[in-house]
């Protein structure tokens, strides 16, 4: 019988942000802002030999009510700004931005990523995501111009144009015109930036529709998912790893690693106690209302967070909340949560802490080290982007107590082995046209 070599397991790290993961009523967090912040947690994540520090990305501030919703974060910095700096102070880990397709054109864009790319000696990714949003569109020139059915193939062309770009040096130097002449774009000239250590930044995509996932088997180098459970997890690798080789691109060409939290305790009942403390933190009773009211596209302060569910349908197209994606059929989700309410006897806030946890991998960290193996080996990702609930130390138990057990199993790596991205994602480098 042939045994299966234990395959390797790949970790990033995401800086919290605008989102309902972060605790920021604890003491222990910090700016979301001030550098030391993002290099506190960069640092840490390089300790323990991540691949890479993620940033996401927003264009815009949400609104709930026609104003700035106050329960999430106010304030998001440029990411490749804090990047750049990043890379002054941490060594091997890469560093990923995301940057929005819809928003954005291919020679300037192409132009920081390459930066980037040289500043780190080889760390740079990019993180490609779009927008249909008129909303967001509302703070460019262009406002919400752009047809939801076009953004994924102006991203596809987007990304095709920044790897011309990036191609038009070629590796001993010599940098040659460039032209290209689309639907979405149509420039020539000669790009300033010399071929950069990796050839391409890494091209990173968060998306989980169909076009989400086609786009990514064409297009992307890794793929963030939200898929947390074994089950989910191994039909979304099997579909998205089904579709590369039309594309020409054999299974290991793109890597999918699943955003996951994760809570530890010396045993496995403290690690649900923690666990659901931190879930009653993150749903506060304000925030089960507008988890309420996002479904219901309207106003319910006047029902009591722990109090039944309304007794009202949702309104369908609502736009009470703004700049939040959309949650897919409100009328059915609100159908599953009062269903949920009712089986279990819960509440509003009770039911939207169960219907909405996020904690993926809860218990001791021998528990939580075997489960991420577990995961690795039967296909259901290659590797976890971790988000913390706490801004800057939410990796350092992580890092200091799972980091150490993976390490013994063999399944993660105990040094950097390369100085680039790509090395670290056992990704081959893009071949350079002479």
Request: aromatic share 8%; proline share 5%.
């Given at each position: 019988?042939?045994?299966r070599?234990?395959?390797?397991?790949?970790?990033?790290?995401?800086?919290p942000?605008?989102?309902?993961?972060?605790?920021?009523?604890?003491?222990?967090?910090?700016?979301?802002?001030?550098?030391?912040?993002?290099?506190?947690?960069?640092?840490?994540?390089?300790?323990?030999?991540?691949?890479?520090?993620?940033?996401?990305?927003?264009?815009?501030?949400?609104?709930h009510?026609?104003?700035?919703?106050?329960?999430?974060?106010?304030?998001?910095?440029?990411?490749?700004?804090?990047?750049?700096?990043?890379?002054?102070?941490?060594?091997?880990?890469?560093?990923?931005?995301?940057?929005?397709?819809?928003?954005?054109?291919?020679?300037?864009?192409?132009?920081?990523?390459?930066?980037?790319?040289h500043l780190?000696?080889g760390?740079?990714?990019?993180?490609?995501?779009?927008?249909?949003?008129?909303f967001?569109?509302?703070?460019?020139?262009?406002?919400?111009?752009?047809?939801?059915?076009?953004?994924?193939?102006?991203?596809?062309?987007?990304?095709?144009v920044?790897?011309?770009?990036?191609?038009?040096?070629?590796?001993?130097?010599?940098?040659?015109?460039?032209?290209?002449?689309?639907?979405?774009?149509?420039?020539?000239?000669?790009?300033?930036?010399?071929?950069?250590p990796?050839?391409h930044?890494?091209?990173?995509q968060?998306?989980?529709?169909?076009?989400?996932?086609?786009?990514?088997?064409?297009?992307?180098?890794?793929?963030?998912?939200?898929?947390?459970?074994?089950?989910?997890?191994?039909?979304?690798?099997?579909?998205?790893?089904?579709?590369?080789?039309?594309?020409?691109?054999?299974?290991?060409?793109?890597?999918?690693?699943p955003?996951?939290?994760?809570?530890?305790?010396?045993?496995?009942?403290?690690?649900?106690?923690?666990a659901?403390?931190?879930?009653?933190?993150?749903?506060?009773?304000?925030?089960?209302?507008?988890?309420?009211e996002?479904?219901?596209?309207?106003?319910?302060?006047?029902?009591?967070?722990?109090?039944?569910?309304?007794?009202?349908?949702?309104?369908?197209?609502?736009?009470?909340?703004?700049?939040?994606?959309?949650?897919?059929?409100?009328?059915?989700?609100?159908?599953?949560?009062?269903?949920?309410?009712?089986?279990?006897?819960?509440?509003?806030?009770?039911?939207?802490?169960?219907?909405?946890?996020?904690?993926?991998?809860?218990?001791?960290?021998?528990?939580?080290?075997?489960?991420?193996?577990?995961?690795?080996?039967?296909?259901?990702?290659?590797?976890?982007?971790?988000?913390?609930?706490?801004?800057?130390?939410?990796?350092?138990?992580?890092?200091?107590?799972?980091?150490?057990?993976l390490?013994?199993?063999?399944?993660?790596?105990?040094?950097?082995?390369?100085?680039?991205?790509?090395?670290h994602?056992?990704?081959?480098?893009?071949?350079g046209?002479?």
């Amino acid at each position: 019988m042939t045994v299966r070599p234990r395959r390797k397991i790949h970790l990033a790290a995401h800086f919290p942000g605008v989102n309902s993961t972060t605790v920021w009523a604890d003491p222990r967090s910090r700016s979301q802002i001030a550098f030391s912040s993002f290099e506190q947690l960069a640092r840490t994540a390089e300790r323990g030999r991540f691949d890479f520090f993620f940033l996401a990305e927003g264009l815009r501030l949400r609104e709930h009510k026609g104003r700035i919703h106050d329960l999430d974060v106010v304030g998001r910095p440029e990411s490749l700004t804090v990047l750049n700096a990043l890379a002054a102070v941490t060594e091997r880990i890469g560093l990923a931005a995301t940057v929005n397709a819809t928003f954005n054109e291919p020679y300037e864009l192409a132009r920081r990523l390459a930066t980037l790319d040289h500043l780190s000696g080889g760390r740079a990714a990019w993180n490609v995501v779009t927008s249909s949003d008129a909303f967001t569109g509302e703070n460019f020139r262009r406002g919400g111009y752009l047809d939801r059915a076009d953004r994924y193939t102006r991203a596809a062309e987007f990304v095709d144009v920044a790897r011309e770009l990036w191609d038009s040096w070629t590796p001993d130097g010599v940098s040659r015109p460039f032209a290209h002449r689309g639907r979405h774009f149509d420039i020539a000239g000669e790009f300033t930036v010399p071929r950069s250590p990796q050839g391409h930044p890494v091209v990173i995509q968060a998306g989980d529709s169909g076009e989400g996932r086609e786009f990514a088997a064409r297009t992307a180098d890794v793929i963030f998912t939200r898929h947390g459970t074994l089950e989910d997890g191994r039909a979304f690798y099997a579909d998205v790893k089904g579709r590369l080789a039309k594309y020409g691109r054999s299974v290991d060409d793109l890597k999918i690693m699943p955003g996951v939290s994760v809570v530890l305790g010396d045993t496995a009942a403290e690690a649900q106690e923690r666990a659901a403390e931190i879930r009653r933190q993150q749903v506060s009773p304000q925030n089960a209302i507008l988890a309420l009211e996002q479904i219901w596209g309207t106003d319910l302060s006047a029902y009591d967070p722990d109090g039944p569910f309304p007794d009202i349908d949702p309104v369908p197209e609502s736009s009470i909340t703004q700049g939040r994606t959309r949650r897919g059929d409100t009328v059915a989700m609100a159908e599953k949560w009062r269903a949920l309410s009712r089986e279990k006897g819960l509440s509003i806030r009770q039911t939207v802490i169960e219907a909405s946890g996020r904690q993926s991998f809860i218990g001791t960290p021998e528990a939580v080290a075997a489960e991420l193996e577990t995961f690795v080996r039967q296909d259901a990702a290659d590797g976890f982007i971790l988000v913390p609930h706490l801004t800057p130390g939410g990796l350092d138990e992580f890092v200091d107590r799972v980091v150490p057990l993976l390490q013994e199993r063999g399944v993660f790596r105990t040094e950097y082995r390369g100085t680039t991205l790509r090395s670290h994602l056992g990704l081959p480098d893009p071949a350079g046209k002479g």
